[in-house]
């Protein structure tokens, strides 16, 4: 029971945090003010670079006009023939600039006219010289009307720019005087935190008893706690295993690449009269290679690592149009239902990857049945509340979007669920299961920043319910699909510049680009493809590994943009912790092509890229 004394003692606390409170109110309202006077300061200067625009567009157009007039070559009216497009741009930015200031309004009209008389004067010598009449076209420039005409043009701009400097001048010391009062606040917040310390450091020890009883009652929420503490222990336990995945499949998806991209090659050039069974066998090597692909793919889901391209999707959408693959996929003997929920949220998911987790789910499900049974495919709203997060590690409480997928199979046991999302795990017989499925949905659904959970007994079948947060917005339509043909060709005007520290899969690309027709020159590091790009100024398409010593993709990728704005750029990897992929998503506009890729990807994203 709190005394009258305790009462008492607290006031000087309350006291003092009231006013820490209404210093860091008045902290953040200064902050603001200060927001805004380094908007206007920023504003002035913005004002001052379009005029100082306007007068070399000017100067430049005049320029140009005597060097037409001198030499005849109309190459020197580029200059002109720029300052007539960008004059009227320029002119409409100094005035939405400038909205707020009546007096710089009346002087950008005035500007407006001067500028057209200028332009018009320049225009009809010119003029003269195209139609013949060199010598009224020097008449016009000797009247001195087009030295007026500038000379009332930097009049006007002369008369802006010092209106802006005025403005500049008191805006920089509102700016300023509102940076010292933030300043001040802050130091004065300081010194009540440290009071308040001060006063609280000396009241901690009346309250022993108080933080006994708070002690208590924490213990008591401690024992509630622990039955979440295996899973936990599991959580931590396949981190670990998937910071080690992460890695070897990095180093397997280089391998694959070479693997994947000779066999491609090689299968283009078989001519028909190898001898028997060649085909076959290349095939076959091409078939072990992508199911070793699937592999490392699958190791990167479960490791957090694969490069998601998350998008607004319906899942009920999305779920109906799968309809028909579950069927194919799931044989006769299996019937498939499907339960879509109205007015079910949105959510932001990576949608091919969604279709891989509903996909592996129901390959688990027939395996769960071999004598036939029914899958039901169910969509729904819910909300997660604070004390489900408490009890399940990595969730948060909120909306979620949730797809149930329910089988009438075996079940599974509790040791065999404790272990589901374990690698390599698995109850299928050998050669029927790597063990990675759940491992590959678990990773996808804790980089989606969702949610799985498994419900299943012995006998009664099995039911796995993925819960994606909730997208508060607008659904995007479904594109509108153009058919590609399978492997589109290149042309030889098409100059692309392949980046590889990897001589091996340098080598591949390189020859697989020149088969599907594009001229191609390569580079082994970021300096050296600089050098290139200086030297062959007709590249079309930089396509880059990301990992590379020294300079790395995304580096040279901007200090190549920045020497040709066009430049169009495709990056690839074997491993997604890189310049291009934060949080698990792959950077918004960014084109990427993962490791290993086969050659008819290869030819549809270049093509892809080029053709954007």
């Keep these: 029971m709190i005394t009258r004394h305790a009462v008492r003692a607290l006031w000087p606390l309350v006291l003092g945090f009231l006013a820490l409170v209404a210093s860091a109110i008045l902290s953040i309202w200064l902050s603001g003010r200060q927001d805004v006077a380094t908007d206007w300061v920023r504003h002035t200067l913005e004002v001052e670079n379009r005029l100082n625009v306007i007068h070399r567009l000017m100067l430049d157009a005049e320029s140009g006009q005597r060097g037409y007039l001198l030499s005849g070559q109309s190459t020197y009216l580029r200059p002109y023939r720029d300052a007539i497009d960008r004059l009227p741009t320029e002119l409409e930015a100094l005035n939405v600039a400038t909205r707020d200031n009546p007096r710089q309004q009346a002087s950008l009209a005035v500007l407006k006219h001067a500028s057209q008389a200028k332009l018009s004067e320049l225009g009809g010598s010119i003029e003269m010289v195209r139609l013949g009449r060199p010598a009224d076209a020097v008449a016009i420039m000797r009247s001195g009307a087009g030295q007026r005409y500038m000379d009332r043009l930097v009049e006007i701009l002369r008369g802006m720019a010092d209106e802006e400097d005025s403005l500049l001048a008191r805006r920089r010391a509102y700016a300023n005087w509102i940076s010292f009062a933030v300043r001040a606040a802050l130091f004065v917040s300081a010194i009540l935190v440290v009071l308040l310390a001060v006063f609280s450091v000396r ?17 008591e929420e401690a024992a509630a706690r622990i039955s979440a503490q295996s899973e936990v222990r599991q959580l931590q336990k396949m981190e670990a295993v998937g910071q080690l995945t992460g890695g070897i499949a ?30 076959r066998y290349i095939d076959g090597a091409i078939e072990g290679a992508e199911r070793a692909a699937t592999l490392t793919s699958r190791l990167l889901a479960f490791s957090r690592r694969q490069p998601l391209e998350p998008k607004v999707i319906d899942a009920n959408r999305l779920v109906a149009g799968m309809s028909e693959m579950f069927r194919r996929t799931l044989g ?17 998911a990576d949608p091919a990857q969604v279709e891989s ?6 390959v688990n499900a027939r395996d769960a049945m071999p004598d036939g049974g029914k899958l039901t495919i ?43 999302f374990d690698p390599f795990y698995t109850t299928k017989e050998i ?33 796995v319910k993925l819960y994606f947060p909730r997208h508060v917005g607008a659904v995007a ?14 042309a030889a005007d098409e100059v692309i510049l392949v980046v ?49 010593p020294g300079m790395n993709g995304r580096e040279l990728a901007e200090r190549a943009q920045a020497i040709r704005p066009d430049l169009k750029v495709l990056y690839t990897t074997g491993y997604t912790r890189n310049a291009i992929v934060h949080n698990g998503m792959v950077d918004y506009g960014i084109a990427f092509l993962p490791k290993p890729f086969s050659l008819q990807s290869l030819a549809r994203k270049t093509r892809e890229v080029l053709d954007a």
């Design 357 to 362: 987790a509903l996909l592996n789910l129901a």
């Design 431 to 463: 050669g029927r299961g790597t063990g990675l499925g759940l491992s590959q949905v678990f990773g996808f659904l804790k980089q989606s920043n969702g949610h799985i959970k498994i419900y299943s007994e012995v006998g009664a079948g099995t039911t």
């Design 203 to 219: 009241q901690s020890a009346r309250r022993v008893v108080e933080l006994e009883g708070s002690n208590q009652r924490l213990r």
């Design 250 to 279: 990095h180093d397997f998806n280089n391998m694959l690449a070479i693997i994947i991209g000779s066999l491609d090659m090689a299968r283009r050039r078989l001519s028909g009269r190898e001898p028997a069974g060649a085909v």
């Design 500 to 548: 590889e520290d990897e001589g091996a899969v340098r080598r591949m690309s390189v020859d697989a680009l020149r088969d599907l027709g594009y001229t191609v020159i390569h580079a082994s590091d970021g300096e050296q493809a600089l050098a290139r790009m200086e030297a062959s100024p007709g590249i079309r398409l930089l396509f880059t590994d990301i990992m590379m």
């Design 378 to 420: 169910e969509t729904g709203n819910a909300e997660l509340d604070d004390a489900y997060a408490r009890l399940h590690d990595e969730v948060t409480a909120g909306q979620y979007a949730v797809l149930s997928i329910t089988d009438t199979g075996a079940g599974m046991s509790a040791e065999v669920m404790s272990r589901a």
């Design 477 to 490: 339509a479904d594109p509108v699909g153009s058919a590609v043909a399978q492997m589109p060709p290149g």
């Design 332 to 348: 006769d003997n299996i019937r498939v239902e499907t339960v879509l929920a109205g007015g079910l949220w949105p959510i932001c």
